[in-house]
């Protein structure tokens, strides 16, 4: 297929500035290719099937779209309205607005990023119109807690819907699951007798990965009663998953507990000169890192930390001995682990 387009000097510099940026993710050979440029107009050849077609992902670096647009906004909520452009970014959405934009702009927006059309479906779900455009409060009287997951690879419609139907099936008790965007997705479960720990959890994405071959990582978190109040907590929970799943290696479900203290001293740390400079010289690598939330996750005892690193004990004995001739941090210490712990 062959696609004109005639493009004004701010689209040239668009297309210009995307086509680098621009990446297709799918299993099968794609091409896209420049054929001809004359001043304002520009020949684009695209070679795809109707299967690659289907499966066609294009990512971008959302640095770029706000240096191009600098009035745009990045919001954590998808609310459609008619004069803006919302592009998914992770688990948020940037908003440009059409007011400004060529009609040649708005049409290569919307059509190479692929412009969300869920929000139709998504408002049949009253959880999603609860909490995130402020919608009539779901009928409940139990304590709900949320389950927000994302997936770590593009994977096909089909195969999200089966995945999701099976996690869903997993639960004793769920009020309502949905896919947000492509990657991410949340779970509403209602308090029961038997609720699933994070361990549970973790077991049951592996048994997924293994079957289906997704990897997700997911966010327990806490039971609260349904109230005007919920939307708020969520937003809380929200923010704190953002910030753990993209910082993510091994471990795949995270609770409010596990993540908490680091999402409350973060913003200090960035303010607090002190504590700035003591993160630079302390200098954590890659290794450390792994020390010390394995230590962490181990309540300090160093022989089970040892064992999730897959190292000697006292290969991390001498290990943790060197850090603190470096350092004069003891990580056998508790108030010095927690230290360390805050400031990774």
């Known amino acids: 297929?062959?696609?004109?387009?005639?493009?004004?000097?701010?689209?040239?510099?668009?297309?210009?500035?995307l086509s680098p940026l621009l990446l297709l993710r799918y299993d099968s050979t794609t091409s896209f290719t420049v054929i001809s440029?004359?001043?304002?107009?520009?020949?684009?050849?695209?070679?795809l099937s109707i299967t690659v077609m289907k499966g066609l992902k294009w990512v971008m670096n959302n640095n770029v779209l706000k240096d191009i647009y600098p009035d745009a906004e990045l919001k954590?909520?998808?609310?459609?309205?008619?004069?803006?452009?919302?592009?998914?970014?992770?688990?948020?959405?940037?908003?440009?607005?059409?007011?400004?934009?060529?009609?040649?702009?708005?049409k290569l927006l919307t059509t190479l990023y692929q412009q969300v059309n869920h929000s139709s479906q998504l408002e049949q779900h009253v959880w999603y119109r609860f909490l995130f455009n402020k919608g009539e409060m779901p009928d409940t009287t139990d304590f709900c807690?949320?389950?927000?997951?994302?997936?770590?690879?593009?994977?096909s419609a089909h195969i999200r819907e089966e995945w999701l139907s099976s996690l869903e099936n997993m639960f004793e008790k769920n009020a309502d699951c949905f896919f947000?965007?492509?990657?991410?997705?949340?779970l509403v479960e209602q308090q029961s007798g038997y609720m699933l720990t994070t361990?549970?959890?973790?077991?049951?994405?592996?048994?997924?990965?293994?079957?289906?071959?997704?990897?997700?990582?997911?966010?327990?978190?806490?039971?609260?009663?349904?109230?005007?109040?919920?939307?708020?907590?969520?937003?809380?929970e929200n923010r704190i998953f953002s910030g753990t799943a993209s910082n993510t290696r091994e471990i795949q479900t995270f609770s409010v507990p596990d993540t908490v203290l680091a999402y409350l001293t973060?913003?200090?740390?960035?303010?607090n000169h002190y504590l700035k400079?003591?993160?630079?010289?302390?200098?954590?690598?890659?290794e450390f890192k792994d020390i010390i939330q394995a230590l962490w996750q181990n309540q300090g005892n160093i022989t089970s930390a040892a064992k999730q690193l897959y190292i000697h004990r006292n290969t991390l004995q001498y290990r943790l001995d060197k850090f603190y001739e470096r350092t004069g941090l003891s990580l056998k210490k508790m108030d010095d682990l927690v230290l360390c712990y805050i400031l990774l």
Do not use: H
């Open 199 to 236: 361990e549970d959890l973790t077991g049951i994405l592996l048994t997924l990965e293994s079957e289906m071959l997704v990897k997700a990582v997911a966010f327990i978190g806490l039971f609260f009663p349904v109230s005007n109040n919920f939307p708020e907590f969520f937003k809380t």
């Open 37 to 47: 440029s004359f001043s304002t107009v520009f020949y684009v050849k695209i070679r």
């Open 145 to 155: 807690r949320i389950i927000q997951f994302r997936l770590l690879e593009p994977k």
């Open 180 to 186: 947000i965007t492509d990657e991410y997705g949340l």
């Open 1 to 17: 297929m062959k696609y004109s387009f005639s493009l004004s000097d701010s689209s040239v510099s668009l297309i210009n500035t």
């Open 277 to 286: 400079t003591l993160k630079n010289q302390l200098a954590f690598d890659e």
């Open 76 to 106: 954590p909520t998808f609310q459609p309205q008619e004069d803006v452009i919302i592009i998914p970014v992770d688990e948020q959405w940037l908003y440009i607005n059409k007011n400004g934009l060529s009609p040649t702009e708005i």
């Open 266 to 271: 973060e913003e200090q740390i960035n303010q």
